[in-house]
Nanobody, 120 residues
Protein backbone atom coordinates (compact mmCIF):
# COMPACT_ATOMS: atom_id res chain seq x y z
CA UNK A 1 0.00 0.00 0.00
CA UNK A 2 1.51 3.29 -1.12
CA UNK A 3 1.60 5.96 1.54
CA UNK A 4 2.14 9.68 1.24
CA UNK A 5 2.84 11.46 4.51
CA UNK A 6 2.75 15.24 4.65
CA UNK A 7 4.46 17.33 7.27
CA UNK A 8 5.53 20.91 7.83
CA UNK A 9 2.20 22.63 8.27
CA UNK A 10 1.48 24.98 11.11
CA UNK A 11 0.57 28.48 12.15
CA UNK A 12 2.47 31.39 10.64
CA UNK A 13 1.97 35.12 10.39
CA UNK A 14 1.20 36.79 7.10
CA UNK A 15 4.39 37.34 5.14
CA UNK A 16 6.03 34.31 6.68
CA UNK A 17 7.24 31.06 5.15
CA UNK A 18 6.67 27.35 5.52
CA UNK A 19 8.02 24.29 3.76
CA UNK A 20 5.76 21.31 3.36
CA UNK A 21 7.15 17.83 2.81
CA UNK A 22 5.50 14.78 1.28
CA UNK A 23 7.33 11.55 2.02
CA UNK A 24 6.39 8.61 -0.20
CA UNK A 25 6.71 4.96 0.75
CA UNK A 26 8.18 4.14 -2.66
CA UNK A 27 10.49 5.64 -5.24
CA UNK A 28 8.88 8.85 -6.48
CA UNK A 29 10.55 8.47 -9.85
CA UNK A 30 7.75 5.97 -10.56
CA UNK A 31 5.23 8.80 -10.59
CA UNK A 32 4.43 10.73 -13.74
CA UNK A 33 3.57 13.67 -11.57
CA UNK A 34 3.25 14.84 -8.00
CA UNK A 35 1.31 17.79 -6.78
CA UNK A 36 -0.03 19.80 -3.89
CA UNK A 37 -3.69 20.65 -3.51
CA UNK A 38 -5.48 22.60 -0.83
CA UNK A 39 -8.95 22.81 0.57
CA UNK A 40 -10.43 25.39 2.89
CA UNK A 41 -13.83 25.11 4.61
CA UNK A 42 -16.73 25.44 2.24
CA UNK A 43 -14.53 25.36 -0.84
CA UNK A 44 -13.55 22.70 -3.33
CA UNK A 45 -10.11 21.20 -3.33
CA UNK A 46 -7.91 23.16 -5.70
CA UNK A 47 -4.60 22.57 -7.38
CA UNK A 48 -1.71 24.56 -5.96
CA UNK A 49 1.34 23.19 -7.77
CA UNK A 50 2.40 20.26 -9.93
CA UNK A 51 5.72 18.76 -10.87
CA UNK A 52 5.98 16.25 -13.70
CA UNK A 53 8.50 13.47 -14.11
CA UNK A 54 10.45 15.68 -16.48
CA UNK A 55 10.64 18.34 -13.77
CA UNK A 56 8.17 20.61 -15.53
CA UNK A 57 6.18 22.62 -13.02
CA UNK A 58 2.82 24.31 -13.01
CA UNK A 59 1.31 26.67 -10.45
CA UNK A 60 -2.03 28.16 -9.63
CA UNK A 61 -2.09 31.85 -10.52
CA UNK A 62 -2.69 32.73 -6.88
CA UNK A 63 0.65 31.26 -5.77
CA UNK A 64 2.94 32.00 -8.73
CA UNK A 65 6.10 33.70 -7.61
CA UNK A 66 5.52 32.75 -3.97
CA UNK A 67 5.43 28.93 -3.92
CA UNK A 68 7.97 26.48 -5.33
CA UNK A 69 7.44 22.76 -5.80
CA UNK A 70 10.36 20.37 -5.99
CA UNK A 71 11.21 16.71 -5.62
CA UNK A 72 14.13 14.76 -4.21
CA UNK A 73 14.29 11.27 -5.68
CA UNK A 74 16.99 10.19 -3.25
CA UNK A 75 14.70 11.00 -0.32
CA UNK A 76 11.47 9.92 -2.03
CA UNK A 77 10.07 13.27 -0.96
CA UNK A 78 8.35 16.18 -2.63
CA UNK A 79 8.40 19.67 -1.18
CA UNK A 80 6.36 22.83 -1.36
CA UNK A 81 8.26 25.94 -0.32
CA UNK A 82 5.79 28.67 0.53
CA UNK A 83 6.85 32.30 0.96
CA UNK A 84 5.03 35.59 1.46
CA UNK A 85 2.10 33.68 2.89
CA UNK A 86 -1.29 35.34 2.98
CA UNK A 87 -4.35 34.64 5.16
CA UNK A 88 -6.12 33.33 2.05
CA UNK A 89 -3.49 30.57 1.84
CA UNK A 90 -5.03 29.06 4.97
CA UNK A 91 -6.20 25.54 4.13
CA UNK A 92 -5.49 21.86 4.52
CA UNK A 93 -2.78 20.98 2.05
CA UNK A 94 -2.77 17.56 0.43
CA UNK A 95 -0.03 15.77 -1.42
CA UNK A 96 -0.98 13.82 -4.54
CA UNK A 97 0.91 11.39 -6.74
CA UNK A 98 -0.04 9.66 -9.96
CA UNK A 99 1.45 6.54 -11.43
CA UNK A 100 0.64 4.83 -14.71
CA UNK A 101 0.61 1.05 -14.59
CA UNK A 102 0.12 -1.70 -17.09
CA UNK A 103 -2.34 -1.08 -19.92
CA UNK A 104 -2.24 2.62 -19.10
CA UNK A 105 -4.20 2.28 -15.87
CA UNK A 106 -3.64 5.29 -13.64
CA UNK A 107 -3.24 5.10 -9.90
CA UNK A 108 -3.82 8.17 -7.74
CA UNK A 109 -2.51 8.46 -4.21
CA UNK A 110 -3.31 11.08 -1.58
CA UNK A 111 -1.81 12.02 1.71
CA UNK A 112 -3.82 12.71 4.85
CA UNK A 113 -3.31 16.47 4.67
CA UNK A 114 -1.52 19.03 6.76
CA UNK A 115 -3.09 22.22 8.11
CA UNK A 116 -1.60 25.57 7.17
CA UNK A 117 -2.97 28.59 9.00
CA UNK A 118 -1.84 32.11 8.16
CA UNK A 119 -2.78 34.82 10.61
CA UNK A 120 -3.23 38.44 9.60
Amino acid sequence: QVQLVESGGGLVQAGGSLRLSCAASENISRYIRMGWYRQSPGKQRELVALIASGADTNYADSVKGRFTISGDNAKNTAFLQMKSLKPEDTAVYYCHARRVGLMGVTYDYWGQGTQVTVSS
